[in-house]
């Protein structure tokens, strides 16, 4: 695997490295469409899951869901890449496969108190790429307004819209499953899968929400409700 060492690394050669990754797990090089698949839940759409397993690269976050076989297409049935943290719960679609994936761990906690160990259950023969907090995540929490000094970032979902927009400006982005978007006042996060969580004290959707609106008016992403 490529090592993304963000202390060692230009900023050019971290981009390069990691969207050097990221295409090897593509349909197309470079990838030309991109789904991100959220947890939230999403009522049948056969368009839509079409729309995500047509993707040349899908990516799907923490303990997600997809479409069983026999089920209403919702979700789709595709993952190239998992965008993960090291609070997830796992669900049974999380490590099916894993062999095949990507798998990107997200560090936005590490800024601050988050502990460096991975949580014993963890696959181990699986190994992960970071995503670069200087990199991304300091110049994403900077876009929404957060002070460096306070422990707050960004969900998961749009920490991987970020990401993947700045390494791929020319694909087109579809997403979905993001509540947080028409739902900013929420207190917790229903899930495809499992149990609704809290949402913790680091996130601030209104912040959040504002942001990928202001990406889908410039075309940055795509919203499929």
Excluded: C
């Excluded at 707050?152 to 982005?173: C, I």
């Excluded at 917790?188 to 202001?214: I, M, P, Y």
Aim: charged share 20%.
């Amino acid at each position: 695997m490529i090592s993304v060492d963000s202390g060692a690394r230009s900023n050019t050669g971290l981009r390069s490295d990691l969207a050097a990754l990221l295409t090897a797990y593509a349909r197309h090089d470079p990838p030309r469409s991109i789904a991100i698949v959220g947890n939230a839940p999403i009522t049948p759409d056969p368009a839509r899951a079409a729309a995500i397993d047509d993707s040349d690269l899908v990516i799907r976050m923490t303990s997600f869901a997809v479409d069983e076989p026999g089920a209403a297409p919702a979700l789709g049935a595709r993952t190239d890449v998992v965008v993960l943290h090291r609070g997830v719960v796992a669900s049974p679609s999380l490590f099916a496969d894993y062999t095949t994936r990507l798998y990107l761990l997200v560090e936005p906690g590490r800024l601050h108190w988050e502990p460096e160990r991975l949580p014993d259950w963890w696959p181990a023969d699986l190994g992960f790429q970071p995503v670069p907090n200087r990199e991304f995540t300091v110049p994403l929490n900077a876009m929404l307004g957060f002070d460096p000094e306070v422990a707050e970032w960004p969900t998961t979902g749009t920490l991987t819209a970020f990401v993947v927009t700045e390494l791929f400006p020319a694909a087109k982005v579809r997403m979905t499953g993001m509540s947080i978007i028409e739902r900013p006042d929420q207190t917790t996060f229903a899930h495809a899968w499992g149990d609704s969580v809290q949402v913790t004290a680091e996130h601030r959707l209104h912040a959040e929400s504002a942001l990928l609106r202001t990406w889908m008016d410039t075309g940055r992403i795509e919203v499929i409700p």
